[in-house]
């Protein structure tokens, strides 16, 4: 299976950028939680949110609830993160990954993807 993510670029602080988990060769997305993470230059990766499978529950880390929205779409095997009221401090790359037949949370990771950066900057 791979992840690909998509949507990231420049933007102004205060502006929105939606960003995009496309998974190709797994049997379904629906069987996967995806989690979306960030990793700045100098700091540590950074949990963002994750959606589980089944019925969708939807988590954040505190600092990203308000900002970001995650949602996903089983039928475009896509899974979706939507960055509003963007700062310099969002600056990062940004990665999703899928958790197979689990719940999010529940232990590491199975798949990453490449990562998309984002960079926000006047």
């Known amino acids: 299976g791979q992840l690909v993510e998509s949507g990231g670029g420049s933007v102004q602080p205060g502006g929105s950028l939606r960003l995009s988990c496309s998974v190709s060769?797994?049997?379904?997305?629906?069987?996967?939680?995806i989690g979306w993470f960030r990793h700045a230059p100098g700091k540590e990766r950074e949990g963002i949110s994750c959606?589980?499978?089944?019925?969708?529950?939807?988590y954040y880390t505190d600092s990203m609830k308000g900002r970001f929205t995650i949602s996903r779409d089983n039928a475009k095997n896509t899974v979706y993160l939507q960055m509003n009221s963007l700062k310099p401090e969002d600056t990062a790359v940004y990665y999703c990954?899928?958790?197979?037949?689990?719940?999010?949370?529940?232990?590491?990771?199975?798949?990453w993807g490449q990562g998309t950066q984002v960079t926000v900057s006047s």
């Open positions: 060769g797994f049997d379904s997305l629906a069987y996967y939680a």
């Open positions: 959606i589980n499978s089944g019925d969708g529950s939807t």
């Open positions: 990954a899928a958790l197979f037949l689990a719940t999010c949370g529940m232990r590491e990771y199975d798949y």
